[in-house]
T-cell receptor, first 114, second 112 residues
Framework: ETGVTQTPRHLVMGMTNKKSLKCEQH?????MYWYKQSAKKPLELMFV???????ENNSVPSRFSPECPNSSHLFLHLHTLQPEDSALYLC?????????????FGPGTRLTVT | GENVEQHPSTLSVQEGDSAVIKCTYS??????FPWYKQELGKGPQLIID?????GEKKDQRIAVTLNKTAKHFSLHITETQPEDSAVYFCALNEGGGNKLTFGTGTQLKVEL
């Protein structure tokens, strides 16, 4: 176990639904990340939070809305998604965001948009 | 953004043989090069990393080499075992910061 947990592990949602992904890290880190992993493509960085402040938004559509209430928790709120948003969503954490620091990943949430 | 090329995309070896995966890049400011292993149904696991002030790092059966002049780095796994079968990703930090750019992955299969 890496010390980063994600729930749910699997999620199926329709295009009109609203759902949230949750990530929690138990490593005492100050930075957290959301990545998208699609088949045959490299991991894509979506968002970076450092000390609960968003420091990176990698041109992600507004239907993805992150939230970081404290340094241990990270959420990704989803609404009106498209089928092409189906992917594995990975959360990671690191000691800080100034880097470079080792990033530790959670197991991911497998999202299917129908 | 930075582009990282990873080869091969698939690699099949016999148990006990060595496996080598190579990544090339273009950003001369990159100074941190981690390797991740991802097993089916799991997230990527950091297995080894190297920083630009060294050319080689070893951890038991795993080693990473870095050639900053030629802008490539490689993962070497010796005495491969079936449990080494997984997808391996190289990565580097864009512009020397904390933002990681990943390769496309190598599916390693270790056959008995």
């Amino acid at each position: 176990e890496t010390g980063v947990t994600q729930t749910p592990r699997h999620l199926v949602m329709g295009m009109t639904n609203k759902k949230s992904l949750k990530c929690e890290q138990h490593l005492g880190h100050n930075a957290m990340y959301w990545y998208k992993q699609s088949a045959k493509k490299p991991l894509e960085l979506m968002f970076v939070y450092s000390l609960e402040e968003r420091v990176e938004n990698n041109s992600v559509p507004s239907r993805f809305s992150p939230e970081c209430p404290n340094s241990s928790h990270l959420f990704l709120h989803l609404h009106t998604l498209q089928p092409e948003d189906s992917a594995l969503y990975l959360c990671a954490s690191s000691q800080g965001a100034g880097g470079p620091y080792e990033q530790y990943f959670g197991p991911g949430t497998r999202l299917t948009v129908t | 953004g930075e582009n990282v090329e990873q080869h091969p995309s698939t690699l099949s070896v016999q148990e006990g043989d060595s496996a080598v995966i190579k990544c090339t890049y273009s950003d001369s400011a990159s100074n941190y090069f981690p390797w991740y292993k991802q097993e089916l149904g799991k997230g990527p696991q950091l297995i080894i990393d190297i920083r630009s002030n060294v050319g080689e790092k070893k951890d038991q059966r795993i080693a990473v080499t870095l050639n900053k002049t030629a802008k490539h780095f490689s993962l070497h796994i010796t005495e491969t075992q079936p449990e080494d079968s997984a997808v391996y990703f190289c990565a580097l930090n864009e512009g020397g910061g904390n933002k990681l750019t990943f390769g496309t992955g190598t599916q390693l299969k270790v056959e008995l």
